[in-house]
T-cell receptor
Framework: DTEVTQTPKHLVMGMTNKKSLKCEQH?????MYWYKQKAKKPPELMFV???????INESVPSRFSPECPNSSLLNLHLHALQPEDSALYLC?????????????FGEGSRLTVL | AQSVTQLGSHVSVSEGALVLLRCNYS??????LFWYVQYPNQGLQLLLK??????LVKGINGFEAEFKKSETSFHLTKPSAHMRDAAEYFC????????????????FGKGTHLIIQP
């Protein structure tokens, strides 16, 4: 079982909706990540929070908004999405003291935008 | 910028045969390299990682990989394929990410779909 928990597992939303994806880890990791994965493609990094400080992939549109309430929680707020935003959204965490550390991934949230 | 290239989007082997999945890296500094596996509709699971402690790295499920600096490679192997090995495999390198905090993240190769023939 993964130690990174994502909810919901599936989400269907219209283009005018506002929704959020949630992620939680209790491994004491101080870095958390959002990745987007389209079908048959590799994951692409969207955002990183390291000690609650945000790093951004500047190609990600502003309709995606990350939030890190504390070091264990990560949210991705979704607003006015487009059908092409339909994808698997993966959350991950890692230790930050060693840059050799692997990322631990959740099972993902499958998003469908109608 | 650090990156990895996976050769072969699909690899098909017979059950019991050797599995070889290729990954080459591009890095101006010693890289930290990883292999992940993804089963359908699931997240990514770490198979093994290279962090310069040893060039031959053993991972889970009987997989191993050898870091070869002269060839800039980190190929994944398994002596005998099993049906349960059918999945998508990603090679990844740890790299500095984007603007703002400059945190590390993983950059993935395009992936190799492993097919096991009975």
């Amino acid at each position: 079982d993964t130690e990174v928990t994502q909810t919901p597992k599936h989400l269907v939303m219209g283009m005018t909706n506002k929704k959020s994806l949630k992620c939680e880890q209790h491994m004491g990791h101080r870095a958390m990540y959002w990745y987007k994965q389209k079908a048959k493609k590799p994951p692409e990094l969207m955002f990183v929070y390291s000690y609650e400080k945000l790093s951004i992939n500047e190609s990600v549109p502003s309709r995606f908004s990350p939030e890190c309430p504390n070091s264990s929680l990560l949210n991705l707020h979704l607003h006015a999405l487009q059908p092409e935003d339909s994808a698997l959204y993966l959350c991950a965490s890692s230790r930050m003291l060693a840059n050799t550390g692997e990322l631990f991934f959740g099972e993902g949230s499958r998003l469908t935008v109608l | 910028a650090q990156s990895v290239t996976q050769l072969g989007s699909h690899v098909s082997v017979s059950e019991g045969a050797l599995v070889l999945l290729r990954c080459n890296y591009s890095s101006s500094v010693p890289p930290y390299l990883f292999w992940y596996v993804q089963y359908p509709n699931q997240g990514l699971q770490l198979l093994l990682k290279y962090t310069s402690a040893a060039t031959l790295v053993k991972g889970i499920n009987g997989f191993e990989a050898e870091f070869k600096k002269s060839e800039t490679s980190f190929h994944l192997t398994k002596p005998s394929a099993h049906m349960r090995d059918a999945a998508e495999y990603f090679c990844a390198v740890r790299a500095k990410m984007y603007s703002g905090g400059g945190a590390d993240g993983l950059t993935f190769g395009k992936g190799t779909h492993l097919i096991i023939q009975p």
